[in-house]
């Protein structure tokens, strides 16, 4: 997390929600690495999961990520869950809760519904949750 967490501080500094993400490969070297960029692409679908996901494919030569690891600084929204699941990501591992729009428990719950087609992976959520919901809250606060 403090990784990802690192990515998030990166985002900030850019003008950028702060939210970060790695992926870990199955040996637990990180093969991808993220943070919103939806400003600075400008791309709408350049959150920080999704562009991890993306380096993490390229670095694998494939596009599932079996065996890997997703550790995100804010619960993934619905289209990062949809990503996920696309991409096989077997466990999700994130920090702060997103009660407006999280799909991984909060909200909804789409990692974790059995009624899609995909592999229901491990989520594990709130991990190191007061210091990825502080660089949110300051971020905000600063702009107000």
Do not use: Q
């Amino acid at each position: 997390m403090g990784l990802a967490l690192a990515e998030a501080c990166r985002a900030a500094d850019a003008g950028e929600i702060p939210v970060g993400a790695v992926v870990l490969g199955p040996t637990g070297e990180v093969i991808g690495a993220g943070r919103n960029e939806r400003e600075a692409r400008p791309d709408p679908t350049a959150h920080a999961e999704v562009v991890a996901i993306r380096g993490a494919a390229e670095a694998l030569g494939d596009r599932f990520l079996d065996g890997c690891t997703l550790v995100v600084t804010l619960e993934p929204c619905a289209m990062c869950a949809g990503v996920i699941l696309a991409a096989r990501v077997p466990r999700v591992v994130f920090g702060a809760w997103d009660e407006k729009a999280g799909a991984a428990g909060s909200v909804y719950d789409l990692l974790r519904d059995g009624r899609l087609p995909h592999p229901v992976p491990e989520v594990v959520g709130g991990v190191r949750a007061d210091e990825c919901a502080a660089l949110l809250r300051d971020f905000f606060e600063d702009r107000r």
